[in-house]
């Protein structure tokens, strides 16, 4: 289910979680300008959060933490904001379907194409109920 994955988006400049089960920890609540523009529609925001996310499919056991990440329920999956991660020098790799970080030799994530979109799972303790 798209409810348990993060969808990895070259075009959105902000990280969006639809759910507060993803290790959560809320940082700053939102402004009355405070909105996310999805599907066509301006959704606002619930809060910013700093976000520690395990990955399932992440090398070595490590975490990515994802900092002002709006929490936006509505949404049916979270995003994974690519603009956001290059400011930290993680990058996509299509043709590999993976992220590194740096150097392409430094793989760090491996990701699931599933319908032309790009996957990363929670792991299983950070999921939705």
């Known amino acids: 289910s798209l409810l348990n ?4 988006d070259p075009g ?3 990280h969006v979680a639809n759910s507060k089960e993803h290790n959560w920890k ?3 609540l939102p402004g009355p300008d405070d909105y996310v523009h999805a599907g066509g529609q301006l959704l606002p ?3 910013t959060v700093r976000n520690t996310l395990r990955l399932v499919k992440l090398r070595y056991g490590n975490l ?4 002002y990440v709006a929490y936006i329920p509505e949404l049916f999956t979270s995003v994974v904001s690519l603009s956001r991660c290059s400011t930290v020098g ?3 790799d299509s043709g590999r379907d993976c992220l ?7 793989v760090i994530c491996l ?6 979109h790009w996957l990363i799972d929670a792991e299983a303790s950070n999921r939705p109920p």
């Open 26 to 28: 809320t940082t700053a």
């Open 64 to 67: 990515i933490l994802l900092s």
């Open 12 to 14: 959105s400049n902000t």
């Open 100 to 106: 590194y970080q740096t150097e392409p030799s430094n």
């Open 45 to 47: 925001g619930y809060s």
């Open 90 to 92: 993680i990058h996509f």
């Open 5 to 8: 994955r993060w969808i990895i």
């Open 111 to 116: 990701l699931k194409r599933t319908t032309g």
